[in-house]
C-alpha cells in the first residue's frame, strides 16, 4: 500500500520535497485507502483489492445502466407508437389529446408516487454525491423511467439523456448499497453509474464521461476517471449490441473550406450564446412560478403544457414533439429551409420551457441539440443566403449549432466540444466548434452569470458546490503569501560562535540554517544562547544539528492550501526555487497563509 | 434520505468478492436474454411498421401521388433509418414534387454510402440537371452509365446516356454529345427505332456521316421506315449527295405522302440536281442548257432585289422594283446593296452571252456564268423576296462546289 507508506514516510520523514511527501493527496480515497488493510493479501483476493474490485464493478455498472437504458429507450417508442400513433400524418385531435393525457397521467403519478422523477438528473446525482452519500432511491429510477417514457413518448418536449443518467446513477446507488461499500465510494458510484447512462443514451463514451467529470464530479483524479471511463464504454457496447452502431444523427460530410468562414462560425456563437440566454432566463424565471402556483394546479400544469405543445404541432410544427433526433438529421441534411429551422428552433425553445417548467419529467439535452441544430443550419442557411460564397453545409452549421448550445446553455464548455468531434467523428471541424462555443460560453455567462444547474438546484433548495465556480476558482499559491527572505540565513559550516555575533543584532526568533550538502532547518536565538552558555561557541552547528533537525521547504508555485500542512508545525517554512535547493526565494509562516486567505475572502 | 455507511470487515469483504462478481455476472446474464427478448420483439415490430409504411409509400409513389408517399416513407424512415431502398423512393417521390433539394440531400446521403448505385447516380444527375451544373451532369450520368444495374442493364444505360446526350445538346456542347453519340453507337444494338434515334442525334450534332450510316442501319433493319428513309435522306442532303438524298427523300414522301417537310426538301434536292451544271455524266449539251436555266433564275432574283431594273449605284435609297422609298442604306446594307446592283450590271451585261450558243461558242463562259449566278444567290439571301426551290437549288451547289 504505497499510499500509506508514504504517508507513514510524511510523518518521519523531513527535509525532503513537499511533493514527496505529499503523494498522500488529501482527497476522498485516503481515509478509505488509509483504513483498508495493510496485510498482504495474496493470488486471487489480493486482486480484489477494493479499488481494483471497484473497476470492476464499474463494468457492472455500465452493463445494467447500458442495459436499462435500451429498455427506456423502447419503452419511450412503444409510447410513441401506441400513444401518438405509428402513421405517417398524425391526426390533430391525438396531436393535442395525447401529451394532454399523459400529463395528467404524468402529474399524478410524479404527485402521489414518484414525487423523486421531476427535477434535473444531474443535480439529483450532484446530491447524491455531496449531500446523501451516494443514496439514491431506486424508486426514483422506476419513477424516472416510466413517467419520462410517457412524457416523451407522448410528445413533450424532452429528451432522455437526462432520465438515462439518472436510471444510471441510481442502479449504481442500489448495487453499491447491497454490496456496502465503503462511504468514499459510495459517493462515488453515482456519478459513475451517470456516466453509464448518458453514454447509453448519447451512445457516445467520451462525451458522457466528460460530462460527468465536468458538471457532476468537477475534478479529475484517477481513480474516479478510471470508473467512469469504465462504465460508460461497458454501457455504450451494450446499446451498440442491442441498438446498433449508428451515432444520433447521420453526419454528412463536414469540412471548413476557408479561414474567413470562421467569421460565420462566429456569428453563429453570438446567436447561439443569445439564445441559451433566453432559454435558461425562461427556466429561471418560469419554473419558480409554476411551482409557487397553487398545489392543486400542479396536477394540470404538465396536461396543459402537453395541450400546448399539441397547439403547436397542429399549427405546423410537429417537429418540437419528443426528442427530436430524427428532424435534426433531417435538419443536417438540409431538408429544411433556413427560415423554417429558425422557426422551428425559436417554437423548441417554447414547446421545452412548457414541458419542463410544468414539472413534467424528462431531460433538456435533447432539445438543446435540437434548438442548437436548428439555429445553427438557419444561421448558416441566412449567412449563404446573404453571402452566396460561403461554403453551405447545412450539416456542418447544425453541427456547431448543437455544440454552441451545450456550451451556452449547459455550461459545459469542454463537453461541447468533444460532444460534437465525437458525433460527427470529423476532426476538421474543431476550430469552427472552438470558435463558436467560445463565443455563446462567453456571452451567456455574461448575461446569465448563473449555470442552469445552479439555478435549478437553488430553485430546490438545494446548496450544490457550483461546477462552473469550481473550475474557475483561482488557486492561491506560496508565492502569493510568502515574503521576502531574510537578510541572515545561517550556514550549518559556521561554529556557534560565530553564529552567535552574527545573530547579536537580529531581530528574528527564528533563523533558517542551511545545510550540507542540501536541505534547511532553523534555529531560535534561544537556542543558539543556550549553546553558547552549554560552552559549546567552537563547535559547529552542522556538528550540533546532525541526525535531525531538517525541516521540510516549500517552492513558489505550490498550492497554499499545501503550505497551511507544514505552516502550523514549522514557524518559519523556506520557499526554494526549483533550480537550485539552496537559493531562498522567500519564506512562508502560519500568519501569511492566514493574512492571505482573510485578503482573498475579502477580494 | 441520509445513509449511515457501513465501514466493511475487509477480511470479510476480499472473500466475498469473487463470489459477488459471479452473482452479478448471472444477474447480468439473465438480465441480457431478457433484454434480447424485448429486443427482438421491438426490432420485429419496427421492421413491420416500417414495411407496411413503405409499402404504402411505394404505391402512392407509383400512382404519381407524391404527396402521400414522402409522408408515408418519411414514417417508414423512422423505423428503420438507414434502408437504402426507402430514402431512394423518397428521393424519387420528393423529385416528383420538385423539391429538388430535399431529394438531393437523401440520394447525396445514399451516394455516399453506394457511390456505384446506378439509380442514385441517375437521380443526382438529372438533379444536377435541373441546376445547370455540368461539371456534376456529366460526372453523375457517367457515374451511371457505367454502374452496375439491377436489372435490364443495357436499356438504363442506354437510357441514361441519351438523358445526358439531350441535356448536352440544349447547352449546344456538341463536340461533348457527338463523343456520347459515337459512344452510344458502339454499344447499339440491332434495333431499328434505336438506331433511327441515334441517326436522329448525329444529325443535332451535325455529324452527317454517322447520321446517314445509322438510317442505313434502321432502314436494314426495318426498310420502309419513313422516319429513317426522311433522316437518311436529310442526312444525305446535309452532306451534298443529292442524289442519294433524292432517293430517300423520294421514297420516305412515297411511305409517307403527307410529310409536306420531305416533300419540300425533295423539291430543294431535285433543283439542286437538275441546275447543277458541274455535276457528271451529263452531256455538253445539258450542261450548257442547265447553266442559262441557273443564269435566268439567279436574274429573276436580281430582279426580285431590284438589281436589274435601277442599276444606278448613285440612287442607293430606292429600290426600283418595288417602286417604293425605303429609307437610306447606312454602313453595309449599303455596302450590300452597291454590290448586288453591281452584280446586277454584270448580270445584264453578261446576259446576251449566256444562250446555249454562246456556251458552245466559249466553255469558259459556264464558270463565268455559274461564278455569278452563285455570287448572286449567296448575296441576295435574305435580303430580298421569298426564296423559290431554283433558288435554294442554287444556293446549294454554290456551297457545294465552295466546299470542293
Known amino acids: 500500500m504505497r499510499r500509506i507508506e508514504l504517508s507513514a514516510l510524511f510523518h518521519t520523514q523531513s527535509g525532503v520535497p513537499v511533493e514527496q511527501q505529499t503523494t498522500t493527496t488529501v482527497g476522498e480515497f485516503e481515509p478509505a485507502s488509509i483504513s483498508a488493510p495493510a496485510a498482504p493479501a495474496s493470488g486471487v483476493l489480493a486482486f480484489f483489492r477494493e479499488d481494483r474490485f471497484f473497476l470492476i464493478l464499474s463494468v457492472f455498472i455500465g452493463i445494467f445502466s447500458g442495459m436499462a437504458v435500451v429498455c427506456f429507450r423502447y419503452a419511450i417508442d412503444w409510447c410513441s407508437i401506441y400513444v401518438l400513433g405509428s402513421g405517417a400524418a398524425l391526426t390533430p385531435w391525438r396531436l393535442i389529446a395525447a401529451p394532454a393525457v399523459a400529463g395528467l397521467v404524468i402529474a399524478v403519478l410524479t404527485i402521489h408516487v414518484f414525487p423523486e422523477a421531476r427535477g434535473s438528473g444531474v443535480n439529483q446525482t450532484k446530491a447524491a454525491l455531496y449531500i446523501y452519500n451516494g443514496y439514491i432511491p431506486l424508486k426514483t429510477a422506476v419513477g424516472k423511467f416510466i413517467t419520462s417514457a410517457l412524457a416523451i413518448g407522448s410528445g413533450h418536449s424532452l429528451g432522455p439523456e437526462d432520465p438515462s443518467l439518472q436510471i444510471g446513477a441510481c442502479l449504481a446507488s442500489a448495487l453499491g448499497r447491497k454490496l456496502k461499500l465503503s462511504r468514499d465510494h459510495m459517493r462515488l458510484i453515482a456519478p459513475v453509474g451517470a456516466a453509464a447512462g448518458l453514454a447509453a443514451a448519447f451512445n457516445a463514451p467520451i462525451s458522457a464521461v466528460l460530462f460527468v467529470i465536468e458538471e457532476v464530479i468537477g475534478r479529475w483524479t484517477a481513480g474516479i476517471l478510471g470508473s467512469v471511463v469504465l462504465s460508460a464504454v461497458s454501457s455504450v457496447v451494450v446499446v451498440r449490441w442491442f441498438m446498433g452502431s449508428e451515432s444520433l444523427f447521420r453526419i454528412p460530410p463536414v469540412e471548413l473550406k476557408r479561414p474567413s468562414e470562421l467569421i460565420a462560425y462566429a456569428i453563429l456563437g453570438i446567436v447561439g450564446g443569445l439564445a441559451s440566454v433566453a432559454f435558461s432566463g425562461g427556466i429561471a424565471v418560469l419554473r419558480p412560478w409554476c411551482r409557487g402556483l397553487r398545489r392543486s394546479t400542479q396536477y394540470f400544469q404538465p396536461a396543459i403544457a402537453g395541450l400546448l405543445i399539441g397547439c403547436i404541432a397542429v399549427l405546423g410544427a410537429p417537429q418540437v414533439m419528443g426528442a427530436g433526433y430524427g428532424y435534426i438529421d433531417e435538419a443536417m441534411h438540409g431538408q429544411f429551409t433556413w427560415q423554417f429551422m429558425a422557426i422551428l428552433g425559436l417554437l423548441k425553445i417554447v414547446a421545452t420551457l412548457l414541458s419542463f417548467v410544468s414539472g413534467t419529467p424528462g431531460g433538456m439535452f435533447a432539445p438543446t441539440l435540437f434548438i442548437g441544430a436548428m439555429f445553427g443550419a438557419a444561421v448558416g442557411g441566412a449567412e449563404h443566403a446573404l453571402l452566396p460564397h460561403l461554403s453551405w453545409s447545412p450539416g456542418a452549421y447544425a453541427l456547431v449549432g448543437m455544440g454552441v448550445l451545450f456550451a451556452g446553455f449547459l455550461r459545459a464548455p469542454m463537453t461541447s466540444v468533444f460532444m460534437v468531434l465525437e458525433v460527427s467523428g470529423n476532426y476538421s471541424i474543431i476550430v469552427p466548434v472552438i470558435v463558436a462555443n467560445t463565443f455563446a460560453y462567453v456571452i451567456s455567462r455574461a448575461l446569465q452569470p448563473e449555470p442552469i444547474f445552479d439555478t435549478l438546484s437553488r430553485q430546490d433548495g438545494l446548496e450544490l458546490p457550483s461546477m462552473e465556480e469550481q473550475r474557475e476558482e483561482s488557486i492561491l499559491r506560496v508565492e502569493d503569501a510568502m515574503h521576502s527572505p531574510p537578510d541572515l540565513v545561517l550556514d550549518a559550516d559556521d561554529t556557534i560562535e560565530r553564529i552567535a555575533k552574527l545573530t547579536a543584532d537580529a531581530v528574528e526568533d527564528v533563523l533558517l540554517v542551511r545545510l550540507h550538502p542540501s536541505g534547511w532547518s532553523s534555529i531560535t536565538r534561544e537556542e543558539i544562547q543556550e549553546m553558547t552558555k552549554d560552552g559549546k561557541g567552537s563547535e559547529r552547528l552542522e556538528s550540533i544539528m546532525a541526525g535531525g533537525g531538517q525541516i521540510p521547504y516549500l517552492h513558489p508555485d505550490h498550492s497554499l492550501d499545501t503550505a497551511l500542512r507544514y505552516v502550523d508545525r514549522w514557524p518559519l517554512v523556506p520557499v526554494v526555487n526549483r533550480a537550485n535547493l539552496r537559493e531562498l526565494d522567500g519564506v512562508i509562516t502560519q500568519h501569511d497563509v492566514l493574512e492571505r486567505y482573510r485578503d482573498f475572502g475579502g477580494e | ?404
Not at chain 2, 447553266?291 to 439567279?298: E, H, L, P, R, Y
Open chain 2, 1 to 404: 434520505m441520509s445513509l449511515e455507511p457501513k465501514r466493511l470487515d475487509l477480511s470479510l469483504y476480499f472473500s466475498r468478492e469473487p463470489i459477488i462478481l459471479a452473482v452479478l455476472t448471472g444477474l447480468a446474464a439473465v438480465a441480457f436474454l431478457a433484454v434480447t427478448g424485448l429486443a427482438r420483439l421491438y426490432q420485429a415490430q419496427q421492421e413491420s411498421l416500417a414495411l407496411e409504411w413503405s409499402s404504402r409509400g411505394v404505391s402512392d409513389l407509383d400512382a404519381g401521388h407524391y404527396k402521400m408517399a414522402i409522408a408515408e416513407l418519411r414514417t417508414a424512415l423512422q423505423y428503420s433509418r438507414d434502408n437504402d431502398a426507402y430514402q431512394l423512393s423518397l428521393a424519387e417521390s420528393l423529385l416528383g414534387l420538385h423539391r429538388t433539394d430535399e431529394a438531393r440531400a437523401y440520394l447525396i446521403n445514399l451516394w455516399e454510402k453506394q457511390p456505384e448505385n446506378a439509380v442514385v447516380n441517375l437521380e443526382l444527375a438529372r438533379i444536377a440537371v435541373g441546376k445547370g451544373e455540368t461539371v456534376q451532369v456529366l460526372r453523375f450520368y457517367h457515374n451511371a452509365i457505367y454502374a452496375t444495374w439491377p436489372s435490364n442493364q443495357e436499356t438504363e444505360r442506354r437510357r441514361a446516356r441519351l438523358e445526358l446526350i439531350d441535356y448536352l445538346l440544349r447547352i449546344n456542347a456538341r463536340t461533348q454529345a457527338e463523343s456520347e453519340l459515337i459512344a452510344l453507337e458502339a454499344n447499339q444494338g440491332d434495333d431499328a427505332a434505336h438506331q433511327e434515334q441515334l441517326g436522329d442525334l448525329f444529325l443535332r450534332v451535325q455529324d452527317n456521316t454517322r447520321a446517314l450510316a445509322s438510317f442505313r442501319a434502321s432502314l436494314r433493319l426495318q426498310r420502309d421506315n419513313p422516319a429513317a428513309l426522311k433522316g437518311a435522306g436529310l442526312a444525305a442532303f446535309n452532306m451534298g449527295t443529292y442524289p442519294v438524298a433524292e432517293r430517300y427523300l423520294q421514297e420516305a414522301v412515297s411511305a409517307a405522302p403527307g410529310d409536306a417537310a420531305s416533300a419540300a426538301l425533295l423539291k430543294t434536292t431535285q433543283s439542286a440536281i437538275r441546275l447543277d451544271p458541274f455535276r457528271p455524266q451529263i452531256s455538253a449539251s445539258e450542261r450548257n442548257r442547265i447553266v442559262v436555266d441557273a443564269f435566268n433564275v439567279a436574274g429573276d432574283r436580281l430582279k426580285s432585289c431590284g438589281a436589274l431594273s435601277d442599276t444606278s449605284p448613285s440612287a442607293p435609297g430606292k429600290t426600283a422594283a418595288a417602286g417604293q422609298e425605303t429609307k437610306p442604306a447606312v454602313g453595309t446594307e449599303a455596302t450590300a446593296t452597291a454590290s448586288t446592283s453591281s452584280l446586277g450590271q454584270q448580270w445584264t451585261r453578261l446576259q446576251p452571252q449566256i444562250t446555249e450558243r454562246g456556251l458552245r461558242r466559249d466553255p469558259d463562259l459556264v464558270n463565268t456564268a455559274m461564278n455569278l449566278v452563285f455570287r448572286a444567290e449567296n448575296q441576295t439571301t435574305g435580303n430580298c423576296g421569298a426564296v423559290t426551290v431554283e433558288d435554294k437549288g442554287l444556293r446549294l451547289i454554290a456551297n457545294l462546289h465552295e466546299e470542293n
